[in-house]
């Protein structure tokens, strides 16, 4: 399986989470940033159709997103060895993947490293992802990948020794992000999503409901059926306000 942490700071939704019992994927947007974070973990002996089934939901995801296109970063332990696949650096500094030679069809066994590497490869290209690990994270191979349609985001990566931790090398990746303001586009969604913690901290089995009944049919709707034609996003705000001051005022349901 794989994990993500966020700061306390950050809200975001899962919009993938997939587990095949070989192969796992998690794909959560990271709503402050307008940033898709997609972490993956491909074991060694992972066959092309284990990896291939987490791929394919992997671009069904990133391909259902809206336009303007977020930031998407993946990330994880893809354990393609050297002998799979070679990082080279071209002439504008960009990581440059080399596949080494593969047959198209899948071999009996299943496996075709090769094979899978290449649609790795190939998701990354359709997706505009440049790779950002060049050194290497387990013995002399690079197996922990990080990949990202904005390379300007990325300010350093860091392989560093933690044998305590991991057999592999711990990477990390500091990233020059800005939070977005309420003043931007996406105001309206971490609304939304604040309103939504502070509704998760209520106990609706405990709430006063004879009492609260009373308090909503006090309540004039005019103001909100007004802002309703004008001000659709003002509407939703005026309706929550309200809802959540009378649950939070009958304090019996805290």
């Known amino acids: 399986c794989v994990d993500l942490f966020l700061r306390e700071d950050l809200t975001g939704d899962i919009l993938l ?108 290209v359709k997706h505009s992802l440049f790779q950002q690990v060049d050194k290497p994270t387990h013995g002399v191979e690079i197996l922990d990948l990080i990949l990202t349609n904005n390379e300007d985001l990325v300010n350093s990566v860091n392989v560093e020794e933690f044998p305590q931790f991991s057999d592999h090398k711990v990477v990390t990746v500091v990233l020059t992000n800005t939070q977005q303001n309420s003043s931007d586009q996406n105001s309206e969604e971490c ?39 004008s001000n659709p996003t003002g509407a939703l705000n005026y309706f929550h306000e309200k809802i959540l001051l009378i649950l939070i005022i009958e304090n019996s349901c805290l």
């Open 17 to 124: 989470s997939f587990d095949n019992k070989v192969c796992s994927v998690l794909v959560v947007k990271i709503h402050q940033l307008n940033h898709v974070v997609c972490v993956i973990y491909r074991p060694l002996d992972s066959r092309y159709s284990e990896f291939s089934e987490i791929l394919n939901k992997l671009d069904s995801c990133l391909s259902s997103l809206h336009d303007p296109t977020p930031t998407i970063s993946i990330m994880g332990d893809l354990n393609f060895p050297k002998s799979v696949i070679n990082w080279f650096r071209n002439n504008d500094g960009q990581l440059i993947p080399l596949v080494h030679n593969h047959r198209d069809a899948v071999t009996n066994d299943g496996k075709q490293d090769r094979l899978q590497a290449q649609l790795l490869v190939d998701i990354s």
């Open 191 to 229: 609304f939304l999503i604040e309103v939504g913690r502070r509704y998760s901290k209520l106990d609706f089995y405990k709430a006063p409901w004879d009492e609260i009944k009373e308090e909503l049919d006090k309540l004039d709707w005019d103001e909100m059926n007004e802002l309703s034609t």
